[in-house]
């Protein structure tokens, strides 16, 4: 099978099409016939060698994949035809991907199998971090950073549905749209406007922040009393400056993850949460697709390129014909 392999840590240009073996899927695995892979930060961040501090030479990116199951181990729930959508540690950027058959879901009602790329990352980050580890609260807001990014999205979406109010961040106009028109409450320009002075007079109780740096400060000061602030990722700088005062007057919560080395048991049980409570959201038309543009498997390094320039809006997907 063809497949794209990050030959050492550096820039797009060590992303390489290579023919590699077909997987095998062992006994709680599945294999798929991959029609998309959806893309993340978190493949950028492999393939500078900047994740995890793990070797990335051969490794074949990628963290979500929708497609057709062609094998199965002794999975039960799933058969030879069935379209689904899954999670994985890696091996996405492929024409065929072996997954854990816990950490497969049916591709929602009235979705397409590209369309259904975009979902498993964006939920299942979104669910981990937001509805579980900040336990967002009925009728309380939410603030999220990198509104037009897919997780940024996908959180505006799920949160206009089960109804909070959403606020968010976003570079342009047309993010800022993009935002409200899909269920932010108002969406500010960071290149305009200071989002502190912006929101100063909103009681936000959870912020998702993938951003870093100096909106830490801003952030914690923004936060209502029990509040929780949650971090994805620190794009403009990990290292930061704090006043643990703003902490402890208003009893706030800072925590973060990385959902790629949290435990397979982990992902099975978050996958039968977000199935019960976000695919019948996604059937019902309350959570739709945002795909920016599709890429052929080949095309992996300019797909990445893209992500790299936070031009798009929603997801980049590659695509095998």
């Known amino acids: 099978m063809k497949a794209i392999v990050i030959v050492r840590p550096g820039g797009p240009d060590v992303l390489q099409l290579q023919e590699r073996p077909q997987p095998v899927p062992a006994a709680h695995e599945v294999l798929i016939k991959v029609k998309a892979a959806g893309l993340n930060r978190s493949d950028i961040a492999l393939r500078e060698g900047k994740y995890g501090g793990q070797p990335v030479a051969g490794v074949v990116p990628g963290l979500e994949v929708a497609g057709v199951v062609v094998a199965v181990g002794a999975a039960p729930r799933w058969q030879v035809g069935d379209h689904v959508c899954a999670l994985l540690s890696e091996g996405a950027y492929a024409e065929y991907a072996a997954v854990d058959a816990r950490h497969c879901l049916p591709v929602p009602i009235g979705w397409s199998l590209e369309q259904a790329a975009s979902l498993p990352e964006t939920t299942f980050t979104v669910w981990a971090n937001v509805f579980q580890d900040a336990a967002l609260q009925p009728r309380e807001t939410v603030l999220v950073h990198g509104g037009s990014?897919?997780?940024?999205?996908?959180?505006?979406?799920?949160?206009?549905?089960?109804?909070?109010?959403?606020?968010?961040?976003?570079?342009?106009?047309?993010?800022?749209?993009?935002?409200?028109?899909l269920g932010a409450a108002r969406c500010v320009n960071y290149k305009h406007?200071?989002?502190?002075?912006?929101?100063?007079?909103?009681?936000?109780?959870?912020?998702?922040?993938?951003?870093?740096?100096?909106?830490?400060?801003?952030?914690?000061?923004?936060?209502?009393?029990?509040?929780?602030?949650?971090?994805?990722?620190?794009?403009?700088?990990?290292?930061?400056?704090?006043?643990?005062?703003?902490?402890?007057?208003?009893?706030?919560?800072?925590?973060?993850?990385?959902?790629?080395?949290?435990?397979a048991e982990f992902k099975a049980a978050l996958a039968a949460e977000v199935e019960k409570y976000v695919w019948p959201l996604a059937a019902a038309g309350q959570l739709e697709p945002v795909i920016y543009r599709t890429f052929p498997l080949a095309q992996a390094a300019e797909a990445q390129q893209l992500m790299a320039s936070s031009e798009h809006i929603g997801k980049i997907l590659l695509v095998n014909e």
Do not use: W
């Open 149 to 181: 990014s897919g997780i940024g999205l996908t959180l505006i979406q799920l949160g206009h549905a089960l109804g909070h109010r959403v606020l968010a961040t976003a570079g342009s106009p047309s993010k800022c749209q993009a935002c409200e028109r």
């Open 193 to 263: 406007e200071d989002f502190e002075q912006a929101f100063r007079d909103e009681k936000i109780d959870v912020i998702l922040d993938m951003v870093g740096g100096d909106y830490t400060a801003k952030n914690l000061r923004l936060l209502a009393p029990d509040g929780r602030l949650q971090y994805l990722n620190a794009m403009q700088g990990a290292k930061v400056e704090i006043n643990l005062l703003d902490i402890m007057t208003k009893r706030l919560r800072l925590s973060g993850s990385m959902l790629r080395p949290r435990s």
